[in-house]
């Protein structure tokens, strides 16, 4: 026994000594200012690619010593260029990865370099803490198997849930004037079935009806889940929301009402039929009075009224594409944003963001040995981040940031006869780190509107819970989540029964969700 302690001991002590020389040289993480360097961006996202000669690409590249090789990929098939360049051999010093099957992806295959905590607390000291301040597990997002590999992108936006909107003109029919809406799944049921039953447009006819898919997010929210991200259980472990026990509750309701006439049977091919997706064709038309399909800054209305054409006034802050359409076609005022009801045992809550995305922002393995290039990126995302002015300039895309001044409403404007020198914006190429205190300076009159607001700060799913693929999801997840989209269906539309939802829950676990689980589980529990 004593052989084999001594043994132990002999291993712990070899153990630590091999950790301590594991730890990170952290007098190499200092860049010489006066030495220039290359660096291959793509930090960010945009839109176009960046002119040859630009401006404040040019002020950049001064202002740190810098060349920017800028890498410009089309949004629409981000992913997939990534991934072809990377395969070809081709791969930016930092580029940002846009959701967290990309991430664990290239960690596992070490297309991306581990960056320590201590590396980025000392290169960039302010961006840390301002993004520990707004969000302390925001590095959890960027983590696996223990170890730091990136940097998070937090989201302002994701500050708010989303909150449902009713056709304001047809709740005052069936008693709720006044600004007041239905707060309970009860009250929701009550006002529901009026507007399937009792004409609340008026014409006569029985062709309405509540509410189609999207307004379903509330409802499964109010048992305490929605079904296409993960919740935690409410004793400190994740299950995915499909499987969770409320939903079978939650589908049970949804198909008494499909069968009462109450949901909009074409909501399987969603409200969103083209255009800008947060819009609801059935609301618009009239079908239905109760959906959520749209983000707080999408239901914002026209803070400074619409442009006066005789004295220019007006018209400048619209940051409510959905409100606005809405206004366009069923009148500003017949619209009324609400709660996201409560459920019989107090849950509510609809979409949510979340603080921090599951975007990252990494580093290629090539710089693993050059300690210096590292440290001179991250000083460059720290200043960028952390220094408004400087952050300003690449937020309007103009140098010239004393030509602006502040207004309440709107934001930081341009000066009478103030032109910028550079055509278009490309915020997003170089705002890597997506500071949300400094976004709530510029667009002020939003931030306070949606803060005033309690809809919006009622709770959320958010579908960031768990921000990276399992080793075993890739394998499993796509039949995994047919499943749960074919079987939610068929037990809303009465073509399965509602205890059909057990047997869905079985050979959902059985066909990867178990092992999925607890790999979840096991990140989860190691932050």
């Not at 499987?243 to 008494?256: C, E, F, R, S």
């Not at 952390?386 to 930081?412: A, H, M, P, R, V």
């Amino acid at each position: 026994m004593k052989k084999w302690l001594a043994m132990l001991t002999a291993l712990v002590m070899l153990m630590s000594v091999a950790g301590a020389l594991a730890e990170v040289d952290l007098s190499a993480y200092v860049s010489d200012p006066a030495e220039k360097i290359t660096i291959a961006w793509l930090a960010g996202h945009d839109t176009e690619p960046i002119a040859e000669g630009d401006t404040v690409v040019k002020w950049l590249e001064e202002k740190f010593n810098v060349t920017l090789d800028m890498w410009f990929l089309e949004r629409e098939n981000y992913d997939e260029l990534l991934t072809t360049r990377i395969m070809g051999g081709e791969i930016p010093d930092v580029f940002m990865l846009q959701n967290a099957t990309q991430f664990s992806k290239f960690v596992k295959q070490g297309v991306v370099m581990e960056l320590p905590l201590e590396v980025v607390k000392q290169c960039m000291p302010e961006g840390y803490a301002w993004l520990i301040e707004y969000d302390p597990g925001c590095f959890d997002n960027v983590s696996y198997n223990g170890k730091n590999y990136g940097l998070p992108r937090v989201n302002g936006d994701g500050y708010f849930n989303y909150a449902p909107f009713w056709r304001a003109d047809w709740l005052k029919k069936f008693g709720y004037d006044n600004g007041k809406v239905p707060m309970t799944l009860e009250e929701c049921e009550e006002v529901f079935y009026h507007f399937a039953n009792d004409d609340p447009d008026g014409d006569g006819i029985k062709n309405t009806y509540a509410l189609s898919n999207t307004g379903m997010n509330p409802i499964f929210g109010a048992f305490g889940a929605l079904p296409d991200r993960w919740v935690d259980d409410g004793e400190g472990n994740l299950v995915y929301g499909a499987v969770y026990p409320g939903m079978k509750d939650a589908l049970a309701l949804l198909a008494k009402w499909y069968k009462d006439g109450l949901i909009d049977p074409e909501f399987i091919t969603g409200e969103n039929q083209g255009g800008y997706w947060a819009l609801s064709v059935p609301f618009e038309n009239g079908q239905i009075g109760f959906s959520s399909s749209g983000a707080y800054y999408h239901l914002a209305p026209d803070f400074d009224g619409p442009k006066n054409e005789e004295t220019g006034e007006g018209g400048n802050f619209q940051y409510g594409r959905t409100m606005r359409t809405f206004a366009s076609t069923v009148g500003y005022e017949n619209m009324i944003i609400g709660f996201n009801p409560t459920g019989p045992d107090g849950k509510q809550g609809g979409e949510s963001w979340g603080l921090t995305t599951d975007e990252a922002v990494v580093f290629s393995y090539k710089l693993k040995d050059q300690p210096a290039k590292v440290a001179r990126i991250l000083e460059m995302i720290n200043t960028i981040g952390s220094d408004f002015d400087t952050w300003l300039k690449i937020w309007n895309w103009d140098l010239e940031s004393d030509q602006y001044d502040y207004d309440e409403l709107l934001g930081y404007v341009a000066k009478e006869g103030h032109e910028r020198v550079d055509e278009g914006s490309h915020t997003n190429m170089f705002n890597t780190l997506q500071n949300p205190f400094f976004a709530m300076k510029v667009k002020p009159a939003q931030y306070e509107w949606a803060k005033s607001l309690p809809q919006f700060r009622t709770g959320g799913y958010s579908n960031t819970m768990l921000p990276i693929t399992t080793a075993s999801m890739p394998n499993y997840w796509t039949s995994m989540d047919t499943l749960r989209q074919t079987t939610y269906v068929a037990i809303i539309t009465g073509e399965m029964p509602v205890d059909s939802f057990d047997s869905f829950v079985e050979s959902w676990y059985q066909m990867g969700g178990k092992v999925i689980t607890e790999e979840a589980n096991e990140w989860y529990h190691s932050k």
